[in-house]
């Protein structure tokens, strides 16, 4: 039995490392709106502007809307229906996994460290940690928000938010990859008719 929770304790770490790659999407809408009416957009570019992350990454983030918008027939226009605007929010996560089975102690359950008669369970007397210790990781946080704007009212009629771990990386292609994955999931939710009837 003891053996098993140690084989799948590396299973568990799988998973949740896995898990950290998924993005978590939320959306809202204005029920009022008539969401067929809408058949091309511009970018906000006021709006755009006021986002807090490199120009780059703007670049890299409205091409992608392009393409998701594109291929929902949208076409993109001087006198358009919608305006799309986005904004971002970015924070630190700091993770503590404790990784102890227990403390040491006078025949106690636990691999107990230090001074002693042994090392092992249930064997002589020790102080300190169990096996493993903590370990503490840093990993960055992202939302990135689209909004949908009706030109005529000037109301926002759609948000979508997208929630993720940000790959600090240098790789520009897992980068880019990384983007095209929070804009695809988010405007999956568009539009709001097509995901309540499913």
């Not at 227990?102 to 940690?129: A, E, K, Q, T």
């Not at 840093?138 to 790959?167: A, F, N, P």
């Given at each position: 039995?003891?053996?098993?929770?140690?084989?799948?304790?590396?299973?568990?770490?799988?998973?949740?490392?896995?898990?950290?790659?998924?993005?978590?999407?939320?959306?809202?809408?204005?029920?009022?709106?008539?969401?067929?009416?809408?058949?091309?957009?511009?970018?906000?570019?006021?709006?755009?502007?006021?986002?807090?992350?490199?120009?780059?990454?703007?670049?890299?983030?409205?091409?992608?809307?392009?393409?998701?918008?594109?291929?929902?027939?949208?076409?993109?226009?001087?006198?358009?229906?919608?305006?799309?605007?986005?904004?971002?929010?970015?924070?630190?996560r700091v993770d503590v996994y404790?990784?102890?089975?227990?403390?040491?102690?006078?025949?106690?359950?636990?691999?107990?460290?230090?001074?002693?008669?042994?090392?092992?369970?249930?064997?002589?007397?020790?102080?300190?940690?169990?096996?493993?210790?903590?370990?503490?990781?840093?990993?960055?946080?992202?939302?990135?928000?689209?909004?949908?704007?009706?030109?005529?009212?000037?109301?926002?009629?759609?948000?979508?938010?997208?929630?993720?771990?940000?790959?600090?990386?240098?790789?520009?292609?897992?980068?880019?990859?990384?983007?095209?994955?929070?804009?695809?999931?988010?405007?999956?939710?568009?539009?709001?008719?097509?995901?309540?009837?499913?």
């Amino acid at each position: 039995m003891k053996r098993f929770k140690y084989l799948a304790l590396p299973l568990l770490v799988l998973v949740f490392l896995s898990s950290c790659t998924s993005v978590r999407v939320l959306s809202d809408y204005d029920q009022k709106a008539d969401f067929n009416e809408y058949k091309s957009y511009a970018f906000y570019k006021t709006g755009i502007d006021k986002a807090q992350i490199s120009d780059l990454d703007k670049k890299r983030i409205l091409r992608a809307i392009e393409t998701e918008m594109g291929s929902r027939g949208f076409v993109k226009s001087e006198n358009p229906d919608l305006l799309v605007s986005i904004f971002t929010k970015e924070q630190e996560r700091v993770d503590v996994y404790n990784n102890n089975f227990g403390w040491g102690g006078w025949g106690g359950f636990g691999w107990g460290w230090g001074p002693g008669w042994g090392w092992g369970p249930g064997l002589g007397w020790g102080w300190g940690p169990g096996w493993g210790g903590s370990q503490v990781s840093t990993r960055t946080e992202g939302s990135l928000y689209i909004d949908l704007i009706d030109t005529q009212s000037k109301d926002l009629v759609w948000q979508g938010k997208g929630e993720g771990t940000l790959s600090n990386t240098k790789n520009i292609e897992k980068k880019e990859q990384r983007i095209k994955e929070f804009v695809s999931q988010i405007l999956e939710q568009y539009p709001p008719n097509a995901i309540a009837s499913k």
